[in-house]
């Protein structure tokens, strides 16, 4: 039962970091972060059948942390939305050396 | 326990005070100097207008333009604490002397200070070392120094840089003393170092002119060749020997044989220092452009004293050259080249400071003959006449100098070139003193008999013909050549020049003192005799000239007339030298008194022959002043240019030099490669390392993204597979 889990795992994953390199939206990359920390989650849950509960509290610690990245990054792209009338990242190019 | 030396206990032990005593009087005038220096006034010779165009040499260019100014701020102290620091140590070593003579010691009485290198095994101390050799130097040094101390108070006194040039002169004597009392080899080349820094000071005194400072780095630079051959030569005895103190290297010396090729090669580095601080050829050039220098140095520094210390050295190291009679020889057949070489140039100058000069260089070139045929009492025996009568000349000259300046001044005529005799003719009216002190010099110099320098000499050319047969000098070889012919020809090389040192000397007298005057009408009634203080000294070094024969009369001479005991410089050097003589001629040879009389028959028709051709062919009469002379063609113009030899020599090594140094070094080395590749180079790969790096910042998040996650990718790859 191990291998379709951590199988799905990876996909999940997979499409996270896509989304994450192909988006531009800042939005949708914040949904991408939180698809991969999802995954990341499963496969927690799925070895936690091999390596015993540790891996389950592994999960409830991330889910709140990512609670607390939510928050914080939320209001970062509110501000930014304020301040430049937009969240395309491609247009946001202030750190160009 | 070793048996205490005669001298310990006596004034002997204040040797220390000897230099100590200049050295206070360097330290106080250089203070004056300093301050002077330090608060300029209407003296600073860089304001002085007139220092471009007068006489060729720009002597006294300074004191023309303070003739009715301010003397010095502190002329008075200077002119007390100058002269009496040198004199204090003349009596402290005349004191020492007479003890000396007294306590009859043989050893060498060594004191030893403090340790300078002590660096494994090699153990190099602050040690002074006293005996024969050492002392007559000192004597010389002091007592000539404190002579031409004295001269200079009349000589400089109107200088802006009086204090500077005393001094300097002062500093001279401490090295000068540290030179000769040094027990060890690295002593007496911190005396070497520093009379040629001294010199250099002294030749680019008045350095407002571009020509004298030039003349000043000459003397450095050439010197510095010759302590290259120095420092060598200190090396290869540590290397070889193991010791660098006298009394060492002696002793580790005698385990050699004869013309063993390691002790040749530390005579022949040694004589290299000589050549260059004794100015013999090829190193002899500076010498004369030296003479840009107060004539007072000149007589101290380049007559005196300076110069003979590569005779000194070659006497100090006999013990080694005595092993080499290659090296040996060497000594001679430079010494004797030299002596004709110079001698023939002196011939045709007309800068009267110029015909001393290469007077001096062939007159060291006797000394060198002599040192070399291993008659070390002879060649110290000429440095010390040489350094009364050779003195005697050059004060005589700077009093001459001084003459002509003041009147060229005073009669407010047009200044023509004050050192060129064809401005002088008929002065011995106007300087009797001069005059009747200068043809004593000439006469000494000449070796007329009675006469200091006649003894000298003839022990010189006596010598050299005594060991031309069966000594161990002619039995050896120099580039297969037998020593017995090299000493025969510079015998004969020897009478030549001394005829021809006779010839130089007249025609010099002749032409200053004798004749109608040829000097700027206006100028003439203004010449007249210098102050007491100046000819005061001229007259001391006169009776010396005449009777410095004294300390060394042969014994056919005492045994003729009853004037005291012969060869007494003989017997006092005998601790000091006395082996090596032995070893350089076999069985010490001696040849009959007559046939001594015969040779120095010979040597004195020379000295009169010349005297009496220079009177019979120079016509004073003849002689048009310097601006009007016409040029001299054919042999005599080669004599006037001095062979060309410093227009070779400027051909040859120093126009390549500057042109490499100008073209590769400078405009290749140093701008090219270091200013610009290294320089700027590594400036202009940073900043192509920024631009690179400048383009990866493009500011956009995925990009950075992108990089993270290739990265992962390559880590979990390498970490997989790996």
């Known amino acids: 039962m191990i291998a379709p889990a951590l199988f799905f795992s990876a996909c999940l994953f997979a499409i996270g970091v896509m989304g994450v390199l192909t988006r531009r939206n800042a939005l949708i990359l914040f949904m991408c972060v939180e698809l991969m920390l999802n995954a990341v989650n499963l496969s927690f849950v799925a070895l936690s059948k091999l390596h015993g509960v540790s891996g389950q509290v592994f999960v409830v610690f991330v889910m709140t942390v990512a609670a607390a990245e939510a928050a914080v990054g939320l209001a970062i792209v509110i501000t930014v939305f304020r301040h430049f009338r937009t969240v395309d990242m491609a247009a946001l190019r202030l750190l160009r050396g | 326990m070793a048996v205490t030396h005669p001298l310990t206990g006596t004034v002997a032990e204040l040797i220390w005070l000897v230099p100590l005593l200049p050295f206070l009087g360097f330290l106080i005038n250089g203070v004056f100097s300093?301050?002077?220096a330090y608060l300029p006034g209407p003296l600073d010779p860089s304001q002085d207008p007139t220092s471009g165009h007068s006489g060729h040499t720009g002597e006294f260019a300074a004191v023309q333009a303070t003739h009715h100014g301010h003397r010095h701020r502190w002329e008075r102290a200077t002119t007390i604490?100058?002269?009496?620091?040198?004199?204090?140590?003349?009596?402290?070593?005349?004191?020492?002397?007479?003890?000396?003579?007294?306590?009859?010691?043989?050893?060498?009485f060594i004191q030893r200070y403090s340790t300078w290198m002590p660096a494994g095994t090699l153990q190099v101390e602050w040690a002074f070392q006293l005996d024969h050799l050492s002392m007559v130097m000192v004597l010389i040094i002091t007592g000539i120094g404190s002579l031409i101390h004295l001269f200079s108070i009349g000589y400089m006194r109107?200088?802006?840089?009086?204090?500077?040039?005393?001094?300097?002169?002062?500093?001279?004597?401490?090295?000068?003393?540290?030179?000769?009392?040094?027990?060890?080899?690295?002593?007496?080349?911190?005396?070497?170092?520093?009379?040629?820094?001294?010199?250099?000071?002294?030749?680019?005194?008045?350095?407002?002119?571009?020509?004298?400072?030039?003349?000043?780095?000459?003397?450095?630079?050439?010197?510095?060749?010759?302590?290259?051959?120095?420092?060598?030569a200190m090396f290869l005895l540590w290397s070889n020997l193991g010791a660098l103190d006298f009394a060492g290297v002696a002793a580790k010396a005698a385990t050699f044989p004869v013309g063993s090729g390691v002790i040749t090669a530390i005579c022949l580095f040694l004589f290299l220092g000589c050549a260059g601080k004794s100015a013999q050829m090829p190193l002899y050039i500076w010498l004369p452009d030296a003479m840009a220098g107060p004539t007072p140095v000149?007589?101290?520094?380049?007559?005196?004293?300076?110069v003979t210390a590569g005779v000194y050295l070659i006497a100090r190291s006999?013990?080694?050259?005595?092993?080499?009679p290659t090296a040996s020889l060497t000594v001679v057949i430079v010494g004797g080249v030299t002596a004709i070489f110079a001698a023939s140039i002196a011939l045709k100058q007309w800068d009267i400071k110029k015909v001393l000069a290469y007077s001096t260089v062939s007159q060291l070139g006797y000394m060198f003959v002599g040192v070399g045929a291993g008659a070390y009492t002879a060649g110290v025996f000429h440095l010390v006449t040489h350094a009364?009568?050779?003195?005697?000349?050059?004060?005589?000259?700077?009093?001459?100098?001084?003459?002509?300046?003041?009147?060229?001044?005073?009669?407010?005529?047009?200044?023509?070139?004050?050192?060129?005799?064809?401005?002088?003719?008929?002065?011995?009216?106007?300087?009797?003193?001069?005059w009747a002190c200068m043809w004593v010099a000439t006469l000494a110099i000449a070796g007329v008999p009675v006469f200091a320098g006649f003894f000298s000499k003839d022990e010189i050319l006596g010598e050299l013909f005594e060991r031309a047969h069966g000594s161990t000098l002619a039995n050896a070889h120099w580039l297969g050549i037998p020593g017995s012919a090299i000493l025969y020809v510079f015998y004969g090389l020897g009478l030549v020049t001394a005829f021809m040192t006779a010839i130089y000397m007249t025609r010099m007298m002749i032409y200053t003192f004798h004749g109608e005057s040829r000097t700027d009408p206006k100028a003439r009634p203004h010449l007249r005799e210098a102050p007491w203080i100046m000819t005061g000294p001229l007259a001391v070094l006169a009776v010396l000239s005449a009777a410095g024969g004294w300390l060394n009369l042969p014994e056919w001479f005492t045994e003729a007339l009853p004037v005291g005991r012969g060869e007494l410089l003989h017997h006092w050097l005998e601790p000091v030298v006395g082996p090596a003589t032995v070893a350089l001629t076999g069985a010490e040879p001696h040849t009959a008194s007559s046939a001594e009389f015969a040779l120095a028959a010979v040597a004195a028709a020379c000295a009169l022959g010349g005297i009496l051709v220079a009177y019979l062919v120079l016509k004073p009469g003849k002689l048009t002043s310097a601006s009007s002379s016409p040029e001299a063609h054919g042999v005599a113009r080669m004599l006037e240019k001095k062979y060309f030899v410093d227009e070779v020599i400027h051909t040859l090594l120093v126009s390549p030099v500057i042109r490499v140094s100008r073209t590769l070094l400078w405009r290749g080395i140093d701008v090219g490669l270091i200013d610009g590749l290294m320089v700027n180079g590594s400036a202009t790969v940073a900043r192509g390392i920024a631009w690179v790096g400048a383009r990866v910042q493009s500011g956009l998040v995925g990009n950075y993204a992108w990089a993270i996650a290739l990265g992962v990718l390559g880590l979990v790859a390498v970490m997989t597979f790996g």
């Open chain 2, 298 to 306: 000149s007589a101290l520094i380049h007559a005196a004293t300076m």
């Open chain 2, 388 to 434: 009364f009568f050779k003195a005697l000349l050059f004060l005589g000259s700077g009093s001459i100098i001084h003459a002509m300046h003041e009147a060229y001044h005073e009669g407010h005529a047009h200044h023509e070139d004050a050192q060129d005799m064809r401005n002088m003719g008929g002065l011995r009216h106007a300087m009797p003193w001069t």
């Open chain 2, 158 to 232: 109107e200088d802006p840089g009086y204090a500077r040039y005393f001094a300097y002169l002062n500093l001279f004597v401490v090295f000068m003393l540290a030179l000769v009392l040094g027990a060890n080899y690295p002593v007496i080349f911190v005396g070497w170092e520093g009379v040629g820094l001294c010199s250099y000071l002294l030749i680019g005194f008045w350095f407002s002119d571009s020509n004298n400072a030039d003349a000043g780095k000459k003397a450095f630079i050439v010197n510095r060749v010759g302590d290259f051959g120095f420092l060598i």
């Open chain 2, 318 to 324: 006999s013990f080694l050259f005595a092993l080499s």
């Open chain 2, 81 to 108: 604490i100058g002269p009496a620091v040198v004199i204090l140590s003349f009596l402290l070593a005349a004191a020492i002397a007479v003890t000396m003579i007294g306590a009859g010691s043989e050893a060498p």
């Open chain 2, 34 to 36: 300093l301050s002077t």
